[in-house]
């Protein structure tokens, strides 16, 4: 019989990503995923239920209250998701690897290029969730953490990557204004994928950052997609993060990911020379092709 994974969060955009690539990178995992209709992952008696029939070799937990708004709205839900169901899953696959996708808002961003020894410092009520949980998984030194931070990718339902957010805002006719002094280190759902895939195919523990190798502002991540959506063009105006209200936001995020890149067959992209070696050929603009690597 063929090991099993258990992928969790699988309408969410990495989820939906991890399944559709699964027969490429690992075909010899059987892959089950797990959508919130699936599985409430807050009821941890049916939990217990459905790990003690699927009986996993290895567990991948995407499934999070992922919006900081949401999480700020209602920290009481996205405790419960986001820290007592991780430590519950984590709990149940004691014995087998177990890899958490964590995010760079555990940082405060007033540095930037973070390392994995840099001590995390969030500043709204997801980091803060995340960073809680990272710290209870990793107790374990068979489990690991992986932190990202912007993922560009074509979800199911069209509403899950910030290309999606982007492109839905320009099409109701509202103004998109991106900050020009806020970094991120934006990379493709489909590499993300591939990367934790092999970390599973490699068994390797730990925390890891997984970025991608370019720092770019908001302001320069939506000039880099004008060219593959059009309907960006004129919505978009520069702004400044000082201007910003609601929940804090992390100036820069970019993250530091040599320890991550040993470990890989191919290197990490950056999202502007992603986006050039990239032609219109009606293919998914942010899956993993094996000609780029």
Request: contains cysteine.
């Amino acid at each position: 019989m063929k090991p099993r994974v258990i992928v969790t969060g699988t309408a969410g955009l990495i989820g939906q990503y991890f399944m559709k690539s699964a027969a490429r990178w690992v075909p010899d995992w059987e892959v089950r995923g797990l959508s919130r209709s699936d599985l409430d992952l807050t009821d941890h008696a049916v939990v217990e239920q459905v790990w003690q029939r699927l009986k996993p070799s290895a567990v991948i937990h995407c499934a999070a209250v992922s919006r900081t708004k949401d999480c700020e709205q209602d920290p009481q839900r996205a405790r419960r998701v986001n820290v007592e169901a991780t430590a519950h899953l984590a709990q149940l696959s004691t014995d087998i690897p177990f890899i958490f996708v964590s995010s760079g808002e555990v940082f405060d961003g007033r540095a930037g290029w973070y390392r994995e020894t840099d001590e995390p410092v969030p500043i709204n009520f997801y980091g803060k969730t995340k960073c809680e949980a990272e710290q209870l998984v990793l107790q374990n030194p068979r489990h690991t953490a992986v932190r990202i931070v912007l993922t560009a990718g074509i979800s199911q339902g069209g509403d899950r990557s910030f290309v999606e957010d982007m492109c839905r805002a320009a099409k109701s006719g509202k103004p998109l204004t991106l900050y020009a002094d806020e970094y991120r280190c934006p990379l493709p759902a489909g590499t993300i994928a591939r990367a934790i895939w092999e970390l599973v195919a490699k068994n390797a523990s730990g925390l890891y950052h997984l970025g991608g190798s370019e720092r770019l502002s908001r302001w320069e991540i939506g000039q880099a997609l004008l060219s593959w959506y059009p309907e960006l063009e004129g919505c978009l105006t520069e702004g400044s993060a000082s201007c910003h209200t609601g929940a804090p936001r992390p100036a820069d995020l970019s993250l530091n990911c040599e320890k991550i890149q040993r470990l890989l067959s191919f290197p990490l992209p950056g999202f502007r020379s992603w986006l050039k070696n990239r032609v219109h050929r009606g293919v998914d603009l942010w899956d993993y092709e094996p000609s780029l690597s």
